[in-house]
């Protein structure tokens, strides 16, 4: 099994999957869904260095449910998984 460890203010995000269903109950086929932009933090990098060359932790943590914009982070595949890496700035906020 592959461990992967994000640098600096790189977030590890798992996509939430989206609704099968609309409200009225029609079934949405797979190629006519958006991508969800709310996801599962899976890991953190350390943070980013700051101007004193201090590092700045991050404001999110493994386990936080995101929003995220629609065209942020790298789609990639660890373990069979489709995960997305982005940087911090490209979280929208945390969903309590």
Known sequence: MT???PLHDRVVVRRLKSEEKTAGGIIIPETAKEKPMEGEVISVGPGARNEQGQVVALDVK???RVLFGKWSGTEV???GEELLIMKESDIMGVVA
């Open 77 to 79: 595949t660890i373990n």
């Open 62 to 64: 493994a386990g936080d």
């Open 3 to 5: 461990k992967f460890r």
